[in-house]
Nanobody, 115 residues
Framework: QVQLVESGGGLVQPGGSLRLSCAVS????????MGWYRQGPGKQRELVAR???????IYGDSMKGRVTISRDNAKATLYLQMNSLKPEDTAVYYC?????????WGQGTQVTVSS
């Protein structure tokens, strides 16, 4: 089993920045891809970014150029640096981990972009 706990969400003004963290615990051996997804009001969950064990990254179109995903394997933590935030970035952001055939999700952290 893998447990994921996100943090770092909150209220930010347009143009601002936030850094999300996802602490991973449990059976972390064998974790390959880690990622961030988001789900806005009335929208489907979508990929924000993901990173594999080799450091290869993929970014979703919606936030490409404004976010950076990184992982610290020693701390078992995944990060998402978000810049130039827009009101349409308001969503619940979820941490995701793929370990073998198993997919794990965190409980999500709310990000609200508003003046």
């Amino acid at each position: 089993q893998v447990q994921l706990v996100e943090s770092g969400g909150g209220l930010v003004q347009p143009g601002g920045s936030l850094r999300l963290s996802c602490a991973v615990s449990g059976t972390i051996f064998g974790i390959d891809t880690m990622g961030w997804y988001r789900q806005g009001p009335g929208k489907q969950r979508e990929l924000v970014a993901r990173i594999n064990s080799g450091g290869f990254t993929i970014y979703g179109d919606s936030m490409k150029g404004r976010v950076t995903i990184s992982r610290d394997n020693a701390k078992a933590t995944l990060y998402l640096q978000m810049n130039s935030l827009k009101p349409e970035d308001t969503a619940v952001y979820y941490c995701n981990v793929l370990r073998g055939a198993n997919n794990y999700w965190g409980q999500g952290t709310q990000v609200t972009v508003s003046s």
